[in-house]
Each structure stands twice: as structure tokens, then as C-alpha cells.
């Protein structure tokens, strides 16, 4: 996870457009160079040398994406302080490693998540975020290069389901959207038409008591014909 925050005076000094456009570059860029290790270890796999460690090669290509949990919490506690709505797009394409197909334990490549779900889901809640997730199901090209590149042996394992959960659950206790689709550009427009239409709710919880724990929020209409989507509760500090 890389952080690229702005400096306070960087809108009053340039356009809106250059600045998106200097923050895709400096994105290409960063992608090029983190995907470098991995395009190594892919080519270490596919080579006939590394064949005795080829367990210790898939490992680290698994844990290649990770995710930090003080950093999440730290960014929702982050994006508490600042007022108005606040709305967070999750992007996680389809991801599968290369395995042998006669593997004894294919269970011990799947992907773990490295954070507690449900504190992360709570402090983006409290935090009056929504939380928008986009999953991409187009698969990457290297998925079609495996048998091309001589290694029959291989098969793909899709690590993608715990991720999916993490960031389908976060979207549901903040009170966004989710959408699932090859196609990038118009999952977004989908999901951002979504984050742009709401109403806003107040009251006063009845007997609060300031003791830290996480109270539940329930939204109920009249009617069969909706769907209510809302923030799963707030922190009671």
C-alpha cells in the first residue's frame, strides 16, 4: 500500500486537470516498478532451474499484495476528521497465482487476510464513509501465457475470494455500492451515479453511553419496492 496525499496549496496552484494528469504518471510509474518483482518471480517459476524451489516462489508471489491493517484504520481515522461526505472506491481485479497441478496441498497457496474485517469495517462506519467496491473479473494475460510459455504442468488458482468477502463486507457496513464486471469504466460510472444520490439522516441516540463500543444502526421504510443501504452503526466515544 503506497500513500499519496496532496500538498494544502497544490489546487490553488495548478488545474484540477494537470494535477490528475501528474498523478497518473507518478501511478504508472510506481505500477511499473512494483510489478517488476513480480513479472521475476513469474519467470523464475516458468524456468526449468527453479524447478526445486518452486514452492518458495509461488509464497512469494502470494504475498506480494497484502494489506496493512494500522493503515486502514489509520486512514479512516484520517478521513473522520474532515466534514461533508466522504466516498472511497475499492478496486481489486480477479487474482490467480500458478500452481503445479499435482500439488498435495492447494490449499496452503490461498491468500490470508492479514487484518481483523470487522475492526476495519467498523472504524470506516464510524468514520462516515462509504466505501464503493469495483471487482474487476477480467482475467490478466498471463493467464493464457502459462501453457503458451511451455509450462503444462501449471494450473491457476484464483485467490481472489477472501479479498472479494473483505472488501464486499466493507462496502456493506458503510453503505455503498458494489458492482462486478470486466468492464472498468462502466462498473464506475454505475457505482459513482450510486454514491451521488442519497438523503441524510439525523438523530439522537436515546440513553448514550460514552463507553467505546460499536452501536448498530437500523433503517427501515415503508413499502416492499426498496432497498435501504446505510452505515452499519458508529463508535460510542
Request: include cysteine; hydrophobic fraction near 35%; charge should be positive.
Amino acid at each position: 500500500m503506497k500513500t499519496y496525499e496532496f500538498k494544502k496549496d497544490s489546487f490553488e496552484k495548478l488545474p484540477k486537470q494537470e494535477i490528475a494528469n501528474n498523478l497518473k504518471k507518478k501511478l504508472r510509474k510506481d505500477t511499473r516498478i512494483a510489478n517488476a518483482e513480480y513479472w521475476s518471480l513469474y519467470r523464475d517459476l516458468l524456468d526449468p532451474m527453479f524447478r526445486e524451489v518452486i514452492d518458495e516462489i509461488i509464497r512469494k508471489l502470494k504475498n506480494l499484495v497484502y494489506f496493512d491493517e494500522k493503515k486502514l484504520l489509520n486512514f479512516a481515522d484520517y478521513l473522520k476528521n474532515m466534514e461533508g461526505q466522504k466516498n472511497i472506491f475499492l478496486f481489486y481485479q480477479i487474482e490467480s497465482i500458478p500452481i503445479p497441478k499435482d500439488s498435495p496441498d492447494i490449499l496452503s497457496y490461498m491468500k490470508d487476510i492479514t487484518f481483523d474485517v470487522k475492526k476495519v469495517e467498523q472504524a470506516f462506519s464510524d468514520s462516515s464513509i462509504s466505501c464503493h467496491f469495483i471487482y474487476i473479473t477480467k482475467t490478466s494475460d498471463y493467464t493464457q501465457d502459462i501453457t503458451y510459455r511451455g509450462a503444462s504442468n501449471m494450473q491457476m488458482l484464483d485467490q481472489s475470494h477472501e479479498i472479494f468477502s473483505a472488501f464486499r463486507e466493507m462496502a456493506i457496513a458503510t453503505g455503498g455500492t458494489m458492482d462486478s464486471s470486466a468492464n472498468v469504466a462502466a462498473s464506475f460510472e454505475k457505482v459513482v451515479e450510486a454514491s451521488e444520490n442519497y438523503y441524510l439522516l439525523y438523530y439522537s441516540p436515546k440513553n448514550y453511553k460514552a463507553d467505546g463500543k460499536f452501536r448498530n444502526i437500523k433503517v427501515k421504510v415503508k413499502g416492499q419496492n426498496y432497498r435501504v443501504t446505510h452505515r452499519a452503526g458508529y463508535l460510542a466515544n
